[in-house]
């Protein structure tokens, strides 16, 4: 059983930028799909800070988390 804390989005700042691990701790799929979906549109696209490292805002993936929970709200 794991102890490990899933952040919540209304814990969330709006402003302010997450690495892919922050963000996955906030989806329920993995990396791969979290880059597979980021690159064909179906998940906001991170932001390139520096040559190496790449960033989700906060703001974009809160939008994209309340719309998938009003969308399946809506479903049934």
Known sequence: MSTKKT??????NPIGMMRAKQVLELV?????????????GTFPAPIRVTGGITAWRNKDVIEWLE??????????
């Open 7 to 12: 952040k919540q989005v209304h814990d969330l």
């Open 28 to 40: 329920p799929f993995g990396r791969a799909s979290l880059w597979k979906f980021a690159k064909d």
């Open 67 to 76: 719309a998938q929970s009003a969308a399946n709200d809506a479903e049934v």
